[in-house]
């Protein structure tokens, strides 16, 4: 069965300082892999994505994620965070080998960037 | 640019009351998708719809319905409200293909008395 984990419910970080928000995923076949951000009372919005080719993907607000097979981890990353990062992050995963587009999302982890 | 629109944003039902929870999307998308969201549970899948006149069970369907009126809306249904189904719920469209994102609602805030 396919399933994501964000071992952290949350991450508190410093400005200026690197973040790393974790996720491991387990599916069949390879992975389509996603980050969205969550900020109060709206809705998910996307970040970035991982389909196939460079490990390192970049996104929007300055984050990057890479994408790890043998540890099968895609885990978020900014070198420098801001207290406007500061919001609910969330990993999803979907599994290519599934004719669907069905979309299996990590708990959640709660960043919290201090001034 | 409009993206996912869901009407109510707020409402406040009583135990066995029913609602009908609206979603539309203007970006031409085949699938839409209704989610629920729970403190640390993140979001599980209510129903979803692959394409107009089609509809599935995801990971959480009791005590729901749906229906995919056309290509645009995709509404949910409440058919005896319990206060289990007090939660945030969220719809979402998508394209093909599938590595495209789902684009989000801005939720509706439900709580059952």
């Known amino acids: 069965a396919q399933s994501v984990a964000q071992p952290e419910d949350q991450v508190n970080v410093a400005e200026g300082n690197p973040l790393t928000v974790k996720c491991t995923y387990s599916?069949?076949?390879?992975?389509?892999l996603f980050w969205y951000v969550q900020y109060p009372n709206r809705g998910l919005q996307f970040l970035l994505k991982?389909?196939?080719?460079?490990?390192l993907v970049k996104g929007s607000y300055g984050f990057e994620a890479e994408f790890n097979k043998s540890q099968t981890s895609f885990h978020l990353k900014k070198p420098s965070a801001l207290v406007s990062d500061s919001a609910l992050y969330f990993c999803?995963?979907?599994?290519?080998?599934?004719?669907?587009?069905?979309?299996?999302f990590g708990t959640g982890t709660r960043l919290q960037v201090f001034p | 640019n409009a993206g996912v629109t869901q009407t109510p944003k707020f409402q406040v039902l009583k135990t066995g009351q029913s609602m009908t929870l609206q979603c539309a999307q203007d970006?031409?998308?085949?699938?839409m998708y209704w989610y629920r969201q729970d403190p640390g549970m993140g979001l599980r899948l209510i129903y979803y719809?692959?394409?107009?006149?089609?509809?599935d069970k995801g990971e959480v369907p009791n005590g729901y319905n749906v229906s995919r009126l056309n290509k645009r809306e995709f509404s949910l249904r409440l058919e005896s409200a319990a206060p289990s189904q007090t939660s945030v719920y969220f719809c979402s469209s998508g394209a093909r293909p599938s590595n495209q994102p789902q684009h989000f609602g801005d939720g509706t805030r439900l709580s059952i008395l």
């Open positions: 991982y389909i196939t080719g460079d490990n």
């Open positions: 599916v069949s076949g390879n992975p389509y």
């Open positions: 999803a995963v979907r599994g290519m080998t599934l004719n669907t587009d069905k979309l299996i």
């Open positions: 719809s692959a394409s107009e006149g089609t509809t």
């Open positions: 970006m031409n998308h085949n699938s």
